[in-house]
């Protein structure tokens, strides 16, 4: 069965340093996903991605976040400066249309330290 | 906004036991989803549902949108099934609003 892919599992960074996480959607989705779950509260929405641009981003978004889908494949999302609270688990997920369900991706893990 | 309410928070049954988790939700939705979360922290979708009801071996899914409630049901729990049981709910096309999530233990 098709997967969507992250990576990397794990990571840990400095305060205050670029972080990239990646992820591959399954090859005929047409809309892409970030969420993330701090440590024992709910998953929560970040921002959507459909036909090349974002389609809906929550507060949690702000200037420090962005997202790129560069090659058509790959589908990233970047923390300019990282902080304490940005520790969490980051899930990407994508979904073919209306019809069909959302795939997760099984989540990289933020710990900025 | 939508609110996603799910009950109860945590449960733990005996192996055997007939399981029920109960979701509602404040606005009309397009479509309703239970997920499984495993300790690891990856997401399992198990059902998405806009009527009616869903069978997938053991797991049976209903939803009253009507009412705007949703229940999962788990027959002839095992512990293979203790995890985090999460409802959302979604719009078409849209991001999915997630609930807090019920803990399922269940004792061999």
């Known amino acids: 069965e098709p997967e969507v892919t992250q990576t990397p599992s794990h990571q840990v960074t400095q305060m205050g340093q670029e972080v990239i996480l990646r992820c591959v959607p399954i090859s005929n989705h047409l809309y892409f996903y970030w969420y993330r779950q701090i440590l024992g509260q709910k998953v929560e929405f970040l921002v959507s991605f459909y036909n090349n641009e974002i389609s809906e981003k929550s507060e949690i978004f702000d200037d420090q976040f962005s997202v790129e889908r560069p090659d058509g494949s790959n589908f990233t999302l970047k923390i300019r400066s990282t902080k304490l609270e940005d520790s969490a688990m980051y899930f990407c997920?994508?979904?073919?249309?209306?019809?069909?369900?959302?795939?997760f991706g099984s989540g990289t893990r933020l710990t900025v330290v | 906004k939508n609110e996603v309410e799910q009950s109860p928070q945590n449960l733990t049954a005996q192996e055997g036991e007939f399981i029920t988790i109960n979701c509602s939700y404040s606005?009309?939705?397009?479509?309703l989803h239970w997920l499984q979360q495993h300790p690891g922290g990856g997401i399992v979708s198990l059902f998405m549902l806009s009527s009616g009801k869903k069978k997938h071996g053991r797991l049976i899914a209903t939803i009253n949108i009507q009412e705007k409630h949703s229940s999962l049901h788990i027959t002839a729990s095992h512990p293979r099934d203790s995890a985090v049981y999460i409802c959302a709910v979604s719009h078409r096309d849209d991001k999915i609003i997630f609930g807090k999530g019920t803990r399922l233990h269940i004792l061999p």
């Open positions: 997920a994508s979904k073919r249309d209306g019809n069909y369900g959302y795939t």
């Open positions: 606005v009309g939705i397009s479509a």
